[in-house]
């Protein structure tokens, strides 16, 4: 793994490998002292071309816990707004010899075209581009399955993956790369998935995705689910209109207080929602259902912070630049003691 | 050289690297040294109060987890799972950029914690020091032992920082081209249907 663009063509060893260091990094957490030195002296630059909350904070706490220097960039009050292009933004980054680029931006396929053109020599991440991928949300979402998952059946979580679960993505599929990027992780570690969304908001070619679709929210609950994420309703990407009211959208397909009730009384107890935020209460989702012990919204953004720091651990240790296209050596190996 | 690795001298150098292991701890030496280890640490600590093992992973883990069954041996009011944790030290290792990436192992410590304790590191062989070194700053991160004392199950020299061993099963002179391998049944037990400490010759 050179750099981490997609999950789409992230392999079920390295998904499970992210999660599974992801779990040992957030023991860090808890601990007094909520540092570990494996990237020290690296730099990592995040490079925000869009605005976001959650993901900078959590990509900046996540290389501060691992020792590693943090140059933040945004691109409101940088050269970009002089004009700038990416080619001689990233190569001033170069420059300044970044050993990983975290890079999210408003155009689908530029953290690819980063790490695909040459320009730079750093592991790029993307953390988020346009409508395409968000791939470390996506694995956030999967650890914070997985540990519910495993909970629930009593198993261990460590190497375990989502086989049997069935998760219902609901909203805003159209703009979401959210939901792009955990449709394409879920079926890698086996849940079963199920969009459900207006016919409006959902894309072209939603056919040949690995899930199935549903424009009934309350018949795909009756139907059992064991994790139900729902989508922003992205406005700010919305230039047509694509259902007629709000009022008429939550009433849909929003998880209000009666769909909330509708768990329990479908005798679903054990059934989660999330949400990758930023959450429009009243929206997608009721004041009621965002703070319920179901929710794992708060769950998500922590381990947002592990699975990041698993993903800058596991990127930018082990190989140092003259061997790139190094995977991981399987940890079964009985070899542990040769190099020490 | 042993015999065998002798005789094999002549194919070796023109046909694939035939390994050549010998076998310098039987399980039954394995398990006496590690008594003898378990009484020295009594002696030294003056009994069990305040002391706790941590096995280095992965094999120094379940040495730790023996230690600490024979310990709690000598005396009734000791649960042996309160006195052994694991200690992963791979976040602290220095060679972290030069090797392909290592999956970190869990920490887990005793409940009462680490501080003021007298902290007996456990692994299966000390070579370099340096995971040795590696753990030192891992435990300063967790708390603030009163000592830090080290058990190994065999020293093969070549120690590249100034490092040494408390308490050693067995003193093993090695060449550096040489490979030490501990097979533990807890971890290796498709491998090794019994524990051995093996020496396997350098290609």
Known sequence: MRHLLDTESLSLENAIQILDTAQEMSAVGEREIKKLPALRGRTVVNLFFEDSTRTRISFEAA????????????????????????????????AMSADAVVIRHWASGA?????????????????????????????????????????????????????????????????????????????????????????????????????????????????????????????????????????????????????????????????????????????????????SPRSTVLAQVRNGVSVRMAALYLLLSGEMR???????????LPSVKDPS | MTTSSAASQGSQQNSAPVTVSRVVLSAA???????????????????LSDLLLLGIPRRGFPLAQRLAVKLAATDPTVDPATIVGQLDVTMFRDDLAQQPTRAPQRT???????????????????????????????????????????????????????IRADHVGKNLPTSSSEKVRVHLVEIDGGIAANDEVVIEAGA
């Open chain 1, 111 to 291: 953290p690819a075209q980063l790490a695909n053109s040459g320009w730079i020599d750093a592991a790029v991440i993307n953390a988020g581009d346009g409508t395409h991928a968000h791939p470390t949300q996506a694995l956030l979402d999967a650890f914070t399955m997985r540990a519910h998952w495993s909970k629930i059946q009593g198993t261990a979580s460590v190497g375990a993956d989502l086989a049997g679960m069935r998760v219902l993505i609901v909203g805003d599929v159209l703009h979401s790369r959210v939901a792009r990027s955990n449709v394409w992780l879920l079926r890698t570690l086996g849940a079963h998935v199920t969009l459900v969304a207006p016919p409006t908001l959902l894309p072209v070619g939603v056919e040949h995705w690995p899930c199935e679709v549903s424009y009934d929210l309350d018949a795909a609950l009756e139907t059992g689910v064991d994790a139900v994420m729902m989508l922003r309703v992205q406005a700010e990407r919305m230039n047509a209109s694509f259902f007629p009211s709000t009022r008429e959208y939550a009433r849909r397909w929003g998880f209000d207080d009666a769909r909330l009730a509708k768990l329990d009384a479908l005798n679903l107890k054990d059934t989660i929602i999330m949400h990758p935020g930023p959450m429009n209460r009243g929206l997608e989702i009721s004041s009621a259902a965002a703070d």
């Open chain 1, 63 to 94: 290389a501060k816990r691992l020792s590693a220097d943090v140059i933040n960039f945004s691109a409101k009050g940088s050269s970009v707004s002089k004009g700038e292009s990416l080619k001689d933004t990233a190569q001033t980054l170069e």
């Open chain 2, 29 to 47: 030496d394995i398990e006496r040294a590690l008594t003898r280890i378990a009484y020295e640490i009594l002696e030294a600590n003056k009994g």
């Open chain 1, 322 to 332: 003259e061997t790139p296209a190094q995977l991981a050596v399987p940890s079964t």
């Open chain 2, 108 to 162: 887990q410590l005793p409940v009462s914690g680490i501080d003021g304790k007298t902290i007996v590191l456990v692994d299966d062989v000390l070579y370099s020091g340096r995971t040795i070194r590696a753990a030192l700053d891992a435990l300063v991160d967790l708390g603030r032992p009163r000592a830090v004392r080290l058990a190994v199950l065999v020293d093969r020299g070549h120690r590249e920082l100034p």
